[in-house]
């Protein structure tokens, strides 16, 4: 072998060794998600917790699960928002401004918005969409529905140099049982204790509407892997 070759090959080597990650880290989009919108969902839950901000946080776990996405930490986010007074009303629909300041200041190509349009069971003597667990189960209290629980979600990826929607992905989860259950830090034995609205919880996922919301999760974010050739 002549003496160039064998100095040049290992060079070559350790240039490929080095372009192959960066090749690949440059096809990770960047991305900020903000909470989801839940306005038209009945609150029939007691207590304030934030669903939409709960199924947010649920999307970034399966997105960095995933490994091609690159997530912006949401207490950062959520610190830029705070000081823009961003509101509810602009989770679903942000404002051009707030979509323009996100990209500046993050530096995200790419937003993620949504709305939850179902979240609660499917009783047919109750309403769907509103809900429908009839009484108010919280903290402390334990509650059983006959029906199984139904989550829907919507979301929407926008390019924040144009605001256009390249990506709108729908996503719908039902429970395989009926039973129990939301409620309270009091609640007993077994799985009847499952707390607040922690989203995080393992008692949480161990509900009809954890099993649900878990299911509906995954749906919407396999929907936006099977488009994510539309990202530039």
Request: net charge positive; charged share 20%.
């Amino acid at each position: 072998m002549r003496l160039w070759t064998r100095v040049l090959m290992p060079v070559l080597a350790a240039g490929l060794l080095w372009v192959g990650p960066v090749g690949a880290q440059a096809s990770r989009p960047t991305v900020a998600l903000l909470n989801f919108d839940f306005g038209t969902i009945e609150h029939w839950w007691q207590g304030n917790q934030d669903i939409g901000a709960g199924i947010a946080d649920l999307m970034v776990d399966a997105l960095v699960d995933d490994g091609s996405w690159r997530i912006i930490e949401r207490k950062k986010l959520d610190a830029i928002l705070n000081e823009q007074n961003f509101s509810n009303s602009e989770r679903a629909d942000p404002s051009a401004k707030t979509i323009a300041q996100l990209s500046k200041v993050l530096g995200v190509k790419y937003l993620i918005v949504g709305s939850i349009t179902k979240f609660g069971t499917e009783n047919s003597n109750k309403s769907v969409g509103g809900g429908g667990f009839g009484s108010k189960f919280g903290i402390g209290s334990v509650g059983k529905s006959e029906g199984k629980a139904n989550v829907a979600i919507t979301a929407r990826v926008l390019d924040t140099s144009t605001a256009e929607v390249m990506i709108s992905s729908k996503g719908e989860g039902t429970s395989k049982r009926s039973g129990m259950m939301l409620g309270g830090a009091g609640g007993g034995g077994g799985k009847a204790g499952v707390g607040s609205l922690n989203f995080g919880s393992s008692n949480f996922r161990d509900t009809i509407i954890g099993e649900a919301t878990d299911a509906a999760v995954k749906a919407v974010v396999a929907n936006m892997m099977a488009k994510k050739d539309r990202l530039k």
